[in-house]
């Protein structure tokens, strides 16, 4: 009970920080198009190891940019080594971009950026079929994690219709566990330990300004 508290008083300082964000940016300079990585507003659909989903975004500031969304795997199944491997994830996130050569010429700087932010998963669980003596078990993952990343932005596709990559990593904040034996272990040491918090979108978007 204690964590799930801590985790909502996390979730509503992040709150707390972005409306205090939005406020400042009523006063905010002007932003110069032809040096932003990020458009002033804008609604996209998102797909990447995260899931799918859809994702908001407001350039506040010259070189900063908030954005808010969620995505979901909705329990697929595939078969691997003839057992079934069910993922079940969804979340929420809330994310600060900011572009350290924003004003500069070229193209790199105009489309780089690095994020900090933090996701809430209402659901974050691997399924996986027995074999033999060993059961059917679940591993459940992480629920809030920081994250940090970067990426390209603003990238024209046509009209007001633009592309968002990105790329990062959406910490754990507490080990996993599974309902068998050990089997935690899998996705919370080596390579396939950084898998489940991996990062990897491309975003499509249609900018209103």
């Excluded at 032809?34 to 975004?57: D, R, V």
Aim: hydrophobic share 40%.
């Amino acid at each position: 009970m204690k964590t799930q508290l801590n985790l909502v008083r996390e979730f509503g300082w992040l709150l707390l920080i972005a409306i205090m964000l939005l406020i400042c940016g009523k006063a905010e300079a002007q932003v110069l198009p032809e040096y932003s990585a990020f458009p002033t507003a804008s609604i996209g659909l998102q797909l990447g190891t995260q899931g799918g989903g859809l994702q908001g975004t407001w350039g506040f500031l010259p070189g900063f940019d908030a954005r808010t969304g969620f995505n979901t795997v909705p329990g697929i199944t595939v078969q691997y080594n003839n057992r079934a491997l069910e993922l079940d994830r969804t979340s929420v996130y809330l994310i600060a971009d900011w572009q350290p050569r924003y004003g500069h010429d070229g193209w790199w700087s105009t489309k780089w950026f690095i994020s900090t932010g933090a996701a809430y998963y209402f659901s974050n669980s691997l399924y996986r079929q027995g074999i033999g003596s060993t059961p059917d078990y679940t591993i459940y993952m992480a629920k809030f994690r920081p994250y940090a990343g970067t990426g390209l932005g603003n990238i024209k596709l046509w009209g007001n219709t633009g592309l968002r990559l990105d790329m990062g990593w959406f910490i754990p904040t507490s080990a996993a566990t599974a309902t068998y034996d050990d089997k935690a272990e899998k996705v919370s040491t080596g390579l396939r330990g950084l898998l489940p918090g991996l990062n990897s979108a491309a975003t499509i978007y249609i900018k209103f300004k």
